[in-house]
């Protein structure tokens, strides 16, 4: 079956505009995860849905940063007023979990957002 | 602040050689995950190890893992030129808590 996907693959956008990246997990998977990578570094956890349950938020850098999962499937990570630090790849990842489970992350390619 | 430490942050060896990577975690866990990225893309899944055990191997790679030390190990033998990659390891800690990850360049 498809593995997760992106959209876009690269953004360029000017400083203050908003943006939204687009993330379809693998199907029937229950949790999403959104992180953050500037070069050279780790993955930042953004926030991370699972279920019916409410989003663990607790990840998002600023109230700039919002996301939403529609019907338990296709998410969608916006970026309100775009800063140059918010340049990064955000790569989402989603997963079975589940008791017993152990909770292997498949993640997509990831989109690479510049802002100039 | 993360759960996993990878050390070192950076590794240089000739094709052939051996590498290692080491892990650090700080709470409890049910598992730890090693996952390779290449070129700062999506990362690849490579191995899993649970609490209740001590060495996996899967291929070319070896993992340990010491819940005593909170610390796990990752081992690639005879490397080759394609093992280049970032390597993260991951704990499950509710959600899945990265590292900063190892950069392993493996010269041809």
């Known amino acids: 079956g498809a593995g997760v996907s992106q959209s876009p693959s690269n953004k360029v956008t000017e400083k203050g505009k908003d943006v939204e990246l687009r993330c379809d997990p693998i199907?029937?998977?229950?949790?999403l995860y959104w992180y953050r990578q500037s070069l050279g570094q780790g993955l930042e956890f953004l926030i991370y849905?699972?279920?019916?349950?409410?989003?663990?938020k607790s990840g998002l850098p600023s109230d700039r940063f919002s996301a939403e999962r529609t019907g338990g499937s296709v998410s969608t990570l916006t970026i309100q007023r775009t800063q140059q630090e918010d340049s990064a790849v955000y790569l989402c990842?989603?997963?079975?979990?589940?008791?017993?489970?152990?909770?292997?992350?498949?993640f997509g390619p990831g989109t690479r957002l510049t802002v100039l | 602040s993360q759960q996993g430490e990878e050390d070192p942050q950076a590794l240089s060896i000739q094709e052939g050689e051996n590498a290692t990577m080491n892990c650090s975690y700080k709470t409890s866990i049910n598992n730890l995950q090693w996952y390779r990225q290449n070129s700062g893309r999506g990362l690849v899944h490579l191995i899993l190890?649970?609490?209740?055990?001590r060495e996996k191997h899967s291929g070319r790679l070896r993992v340990t893992l010491d819940t005593s030390k909170k610390s796990s190990s990752l081992l690639i033998t005879a490397s080759r030129a394609a093992d280049t990659a970032s390597y993260f390891c991951a704990t499950p800690t509710g959600k899945l808590i990265f590292g900063q990850g190892t950069t392993l360049q493996v010269k041809p």
């Open positions: 849905f699972q279920g019916n349950s409410a989003p663990d």
């Open positions: 199907s029937g998977h229950t949790a």
């Open positions: 990842a989603s997963t079975r979990e589940g008791e017993g489970r152990d909770n292997e992350q498949f």
């Open positions: 190890i649970r609490s209740n055990e």
